[in-house]
């Protein structure tokens, strides 16, 4: 089945530098992959996502880029604030089953 | 529009009680899914309904864990005789499975503590 690998597991950052998460996947029938920003006690928000047709999505000061004959895509965010600590989660999506498979997980913490 | 709703939003039982969890989906969503956090960890995926089916109960912990959905609408995820380790919150999120519109959308969560 589909594995989906993240890293690294914590990331601590300066404020005003970038900060990049990276995620992994197993089945090349995946075709969507969306990235959640999860705050303390609150609930994963979807802050970009990208499709397979496509190999680099920016909004503002969060991009995502996606290698898809190397199976893997990266969040980039850039010029990092306070307010971007949160966990991140990658998530992948299987082609004709509609079952999301998430990482694990990348606590950033953003050092003011 | 209105968002995924979830209640209740916290839920304290007693080991070896029954509870009931309920999702509300966005209108028109055809797949919605249930997931479990415990504190501090990933998503762990439990199941996922296509419609009122469930293609895959894969992620159920055990037989102790039940889901069902009907009326492409509503679901409802039940624990019966909980255990301590069943505390977590319980995440349900949806999506339409038209092109271009996978993107799913999570509710608050129930937090569940089992006493």
């Known amino acids: 089945g589909e594995n989906v690998e993240q890293h690294p597991s914590t990331l601590s950052v300066q404020e005003g530098d970038s900060a990049v998460i990276k995620c992994t996947y197993s089945d090349s029938a995946s075709n969507y992959f969306p990235w959640y920003k999860q705050e303390l006690g609150k609930r994963p928000q979807l802050i970009i996502d990208?499709?397979?047709?496509?190999g680099e999505k920016k909004d503002q000061r969060i991009a995502v880029t996606l290698n898809k004959t190397a199976k893997h895509f990266s969040l980039h965010i850039t010029e990092t604030q306070p307010e971007d600590s949160a966990v991140y989660f990658c998530?992948?999506?299987?082609?004709?089953?509609?079952?999301?498979?998430f990482g694990t997980g990348t606590r950033l913490k953003v050092l003011a | 529009g209105a968002g995924v709703s979830q209640s209740p939003s916290n839920k304290v039982t007693e080991k070896g009680k029954d509870v009931e969890l309920r999702c509300d989906p966005i209108?028109?969503?055809?797949?919605l899914y249930w997931y479990r956090q415990r504190l501090g960890q990933g998503l762990e995926f439990l199941i996922y309904f296509q419609g009122n089916s469930a293609p895959d109960k894969s992620g159920l912990p055990s037989d102790r864990f039940s889901a069902e959905r009907t009326g492409e609408s509503v679901s409802t995820l039940t624990i019966q005789r909980t255990q301590q380790e069943d505390s977590a919150v319980y995440l349900c999120?949806?999506?339409?499975?038209?092109?271009?519109?996978?993107?799913?959308?999570f509710g608050p969560g129930t937090r569940l503590l089992v006493l």
């Open positions: 209108s028109g969503h055809t797949a």
């Open positions: 999120a949806s999506s339409s499975q038209w092109l271009a519109r996978e993107t799913q959308y």
């Open positions: 998530a992948v999506l299987h082609s004709g089953t509609y079952k999301y498979i």
């Open positions: 990208i499709r397979s047709n496509v």
